[in-house]
């Protein structure tokens, strides 16, 4: 009997389905056209079952917990800082340093410094995941900035007396804030999404997911926990961790394992969803901003 080309059609894609499977690995057969990926499946629940048509059901999966958190965990990632030298950062010297592997940052008691940041020149980067570890000591503040340019004309005045900034310093676009407690006011910063050095501001405070809607402002749409109470996850004077996963509009801030803020930008050309350079801030007074242990994974379309 002569085979019809739908037949034909047919039976080719499900030749096509069953070998992307069994290539993969997949231990169970794709549903609808999908194929699940190999680490996420689970085992059965229960022993399969036979269908009414003969078919082998396989049920109900097992539920499982995910892996642990765990800020050491680097699979596909690559260590930016060697912990020995700036090799790959622009610095200024008089502000930042290096000290038995760590990365510091340090404005001193009655000599006035305006913003100063420290920036990674290796790559360019809109979706990744940053993991490093960070404290704050004396007083001041600073953050993360990420998906971050240099150069542009800076909002705000150095302090009386001093030069104009050095705009190859000066980073602008989404930071990940980080305050020593001075006030509460400056305690309830860290962990919150700011935009240095535009107009935006803050677009979400520390336990807040915020989203952007082309055309529309920032709106609250889901809160994470109490702000204050956030700021118990934040250890004082010690080493946290701090993460940051940003895939396309949507940038998560972790510390210590806890969701601190999310803001969505769902305005395809904002400033906020282009790639950018990486770096640290210090801000103030005086002000010890140590940052150690400093991982980035990819996950940019063209890398």
């Known amino acids: 009997m002569p085979i019809s080309r739908n037949h034909l059609h047919s039976v080719l894609s499900l030749v096509s389905s ?6 993969l690995g997949v231990s169970q057969p794709a549903l609808y ?7 996420l499946v689970s085992p059965p629940a229960r022993p399969a079952v036979v269908g009414s048509n003969g078919e082998k059901l ?11 958190y765990d800020i050491d965990k680097h699979t596909g990632y690559k260590q930016i800082f060697d912990g020995k030298t700036f090799n790959g950062w622009d610095a200024d010297t008089s502000i930042w340093r290096v000290e038995d592997g760590v990365m510091i940052g340090e ?13 990674y020149r290796g790559d360019k980067t809109r979706d990744f995941d940053l993991k490093l570890q960070m404290k704050i000591e004396k007083g001041g503040g ?22 104009p900034y ?7 676009g989404p930071q990940a804030d980080f305050w020593f407690p001075v006030t509460a006011t400056s305690a309830g910063h860290t962990g919150q999404w700011y935009s240095e050095n535009t107009m935006q501001g803050i677009l979400a405070y520390r336990g807040q997911v915020t989203q952007a809607l082309p055309g529309q402002p920032n709106r609250l749409v889901a809160n994470i926990r109490d702000k204050q109470a956030l700021g118990g996850y934040v250890k004082v004077n010690e080493w946290n961790d701090y993460e940051i996963i940003a895939r396309g509009g949507v940038m998560m801030h972790i510390m210590n394992g806890q969701l601190m803020a999310v803001f969505i930008d769902d305005n395809k050309d ?4 282009q790639p ?4 640290f801030e210090i801000e103030s007074q005086p002000s010890k901003i140590s940052v150690r242990d400093i991982w980035l994974r990819k996950f940019d379309q063209n890398q």
């Open 166 to 172: 050095d705009l190859k310093f000066m980073m602008t």
């Open 58 to 68: 396989p049920g109900m999966p097992k539920f499982h917990d995910p892996a642990p």
């Open 18 to 23: 069953l070998g992307a499977i069994a290539f």
């Open 276 to 279: 950018g350079l990486i770096g």
């Open 142 to 163: 600073g953050g993360i900035q990420y998906r971050s340019v240099t150069g542009e004309p800076w909002t705000r005045p150095q302090p009386k007396g001093l030069p």
């Open 107 to 119: 404005t001193l008691e009655g000599k006035p410094k305006g913003n100063n940041y420290i920036v």
């Open 33 to 39: 056209g999908q194929v699940v990926p190999p680490a």
């Open 270 to 273: 904002s400033v906020n969803n």
